[in-house]
């Protein structure tokens, strides 16, 4: 029976191997046409690799929390410790899922948003709220602005899908295509936040805790969502001047 350590050890390969695939086919639905082959072949790659990534930050979160204490001798502060890598971890790894959850319900039920309602897309979605709830708390009392940085932006992200998906009125046609790209762009933002966390430490162990370089991918991944909202919006009001009729 494997040991904690090495049964951590194994965690981080499988995560790093999940990873990977998640972190190299991310970008290929956003280069590829949308709704093409390759779109939904790299999607479902990336989903693929950032669920069993998620899973496995889970997994490793616990251990980080209830493991071995020396694992990591060159970390003093135990408190900040179990912040990183175990509740951020954790709320990284079910923020994952439900960004992944989330992107791919909203194209399966883009003619039906009632169904995102049922107790099956609310679970994971109260689950994402309420980690990310207790990331933030706990990085307030250890003094770490970057675990309530993490989990106001999953909170957040959350509160806009639940207007979505409970929103009385029916949405404007093709309002799911945006819901599907924000989530997993939020996807890519949390995987890669999680998984700069399983490298840096082993790679720059004095940089571990530096909020600069855990808030890289936050900043580049709302940068796309900006860029390719705006982007978006401008094309919709093209289309729709250039289908307005000519006043007679």
Known sequence: MLDGMA????????HVVTGAVGLTAFWGPIVTRKGAAN????GRAACYGFLGAGALAIAMAFLSLYGP????????????????????????GVLTIGFVDYGLAVVKHARDRAALRSGRYQTVIAAV?????WCGMYGFAVGHPLMMLVAFIGIVAMLIQQRY??????????THVGEHFRALIGMG??????????????LVPDQVFNPAIWAGPSVIGVSLILWFTVRGK???????SGARPHPQ
């Open 165 to 174: 998906i409970w929103r009385s009125e029916n949405p404007p046609r093709g």
């Open 69 to 92: 204490e020396h694992r990591h001798p060159e970390v003093t502060d135990r408190a900040l410790f179990d912040g990183l890598f175990g509740w951020m971890m954790l709320y990284l």
């Open 7 to 14: 049964l951590f050890e194994a965690l981080v390969v499988a």
């Open 189 to 202: 933002i949390s995987a890669y936040t999680a998984f700069l966390s399983v490298g840096l430490i082993r």
């Open 39 to 42: 779109h939904r072949k790299w």
């Open 129 to 133: 709220v309420v980690t990310g709830v």
């Open 234 to 240: 401008r094309a919709g009001a093209s289309k729709a």
